[in-house]
Structure formats: structure tokens, C-alpha cells
């Protein structure tokens, strides 16, 4: 993949939903994503890069699919045509669907089959006992 195809891919995402300005990308650490054209295009857009921790990580960018795939599947395709969808009625769905279900509800295999904020409620609260 070449640094022009994606900021052609940025550029037509842009001008399709000028609303995902400001948005979040999460990307690897391709040479496409780590170019120079692409930085500009994406400060030009004002959208903040995210990317995996240290090169070799693949593992980082896996878990982040894996978390939009289960949105797709369990919140849009069974019940909504996301092209049907505002870009705001697609925002406030994400929003709901990870703020409140994924956050608190969704059972994750690797967090000892607990939601994630009853993870980080039990890390707290062991770091608190420790102290």
C-alpha cells in the first residue's frame, strides 16, 4: 500500500463526511502511515493518529479489530443499514454501544471473563488494598 492511496482514502472520507473531522485513526506502523504525506494530510484534517506501541506489536492493532468487528456484528448488521445512518446517529450508536454495553456488560475472555470496567474496578481496588 502506498502513503498517496491512503491520503486519497482520507481525502475522499473527508469530503464524503466532513463531520469525521477531528476524528481518531488507528493505524500499524506501516510506512504508508508513517510518512510524511500521510502526517500532513492527517494534520491537515485535524484527525489524531493512533498506532500500536513499538514496531512488532501486531497483537495491539488485533484487539482494537477485534473489538470493532464485535460492534459491527452484535450493534449494525443485524439491525441497522449503517449507509441509511447520519454520521451523528452512527457517532451517538458507537458511543452508546461501548460506553455503556462494552464498558460494563460485554464479557471479555481476556480479562478473566469480566466486563472492563470490573477489571479496572478490581485493579483499583487491589492497588488500593496493597497500599
Keep these: 500500500m502506498k502513503a498517496e492511496l491512503c491520503v486519497q482514502t482520507l481525502d475522499n472520507a473527508m469530503a464524503s463526511y466532513p463531520a469525521f473531522h477531528g476524528a481518531i485513526i488507528h493505524s500499524d506502523r506501516g510506512a504508508q502511515y508513517t510518512s510524511d504525506l500521510y502526517r500532513r494530510a492527517i494534520t491537515r484534517y485535524g ?3 493512533s498506532m500500536n506501541s513499538a514496531g512488532g506489536r501486531c497483537h495491539d492493532n488485533a484487539r482494537r479489530e477485534s473489538m470493532w468487528v464485535r460492534m459491527k456484528i452484535e ?19 458507537a458511543k452508546r454501544y461501548f460506553m455503556s454495553y462494552w464498558n460494563n456488560r460485554h464479557i471479555c475472555a481476556s480479562n478473566g471473563s469480566l466486563p472492563p470496567m470490573e477489571k479496572r474496578n478490581r485493579f483499583f481496588a487491589a492497588q488500593t488494598m496493597a497500599a
Design 75 to 93: 450493534l449494525l448488521f443485524d439491525r441497522f443499514n449503517p449507509k441509511q445512518l447520519t454520521v451523528e446517529q452512527l457517532k451517538s450508536l
Design 47 to 49: 484527525i489524531c493518529q
